[in-house]
C-alpha cells in the first residue's frame, strides 16, 4: 500500500527573533566599533601634524643655515601660504593642517603678548611652529600649553 499524505516541512528561513538577535548583535559591535575607528582618525591627524611641522622647522632652520636669518612676516609672524611660501625651496607643503587651518610659525621672541598672546609674561621659547589642532583655534603663542593646538617650540 502507498501512502499518499504529503509530510509536513518547516519553510526554510529566519523567525523574527532570529533576525533580532542578529541586528542587536551588528549594532553593538558598531557601538564598539565607531568610537574606536573615530579616536585613530584624530591621533592619524594629530601624528601627520606632527611631521609636518618637524619638517617645517627643518626647512627653517636649513634655510637659517644657509641665509643667516630666520624668514619673518608681520612681525616674525608667517601663517598659512605665506609660510608655504617662505620654506618651498626647501619643503613643500600647503600650509594648510589636517583640520584645514594654517600652519603658524610665532617667530616672534620677547613677552607673549607681543607675539599675540593675552600674557605679558616672557615664554620660555623664541620660536614655535603650531596647527590649531582641531577646535582650529590657536591658543599657544611662544609657550607649552595644555591644549589641543600641536606645537614644536624651540629657541632661534
Known amino acids: 500500500m502507498l501512502n499518499l499524505k504529503k509530510s509536513k516541512t518547516r519553510d526554510m528561513g529566519f523567525t523574527l527573533i532570529e533576525l533580532l ?8 559591535l558598531a557601538a ?13 591627524k594629530t601624528a ?46 600647503t600650509g594648510i593642517d589636517p583640520w584645514g587651518t594654517a600652519y603658524y610659525y610665532d617667530g616672534c621672541p620677547g613677552p607673549v603678548s607681543a607675539c599675540g598672546g593675552t600674557s605679558t609674561e616672557e615664554g620660555p621659547y623664541e620660536a614655535s611652529v603650531c596647527s590649531a589642532g582641531p577646535n582650529k583655534v590657536h591658543t ?17
Open 48 to 93: 601627520e601634524a606632527r611631521a609636518t611641522i618637524r619638517g617645517i622647522v627643518t626647512a627653517l632652520n636649513t634655510l637659517n643655515m644657509a641665509n643667516g636669518e630666520w624668514p619673518s612676516g608681520s612681525g616674525g609672524n608667517l601663517a598659512g601660504s605665506d609660510l608655504a611660501a617662505a620654506i618651498q625651496s626647501e619643503y613643500k607643503t
Open 140 to 156: 599657544s603663542f611662544n609657550r607649552a600649553e595644555r591644549n589641543d593646538d600641536v606645537c614644536y617650540y624651540f629657541r632661534t
Open 32 to 44: 564598539i566599533a565607531i568610537p574606536s575607528f573615530n579616536d585613530y582618525k584624530d591621533k592619524a
Open 21 to 28: 538577535v542578529v541586528v542587536a548583535i551588528a549594532g553593538l
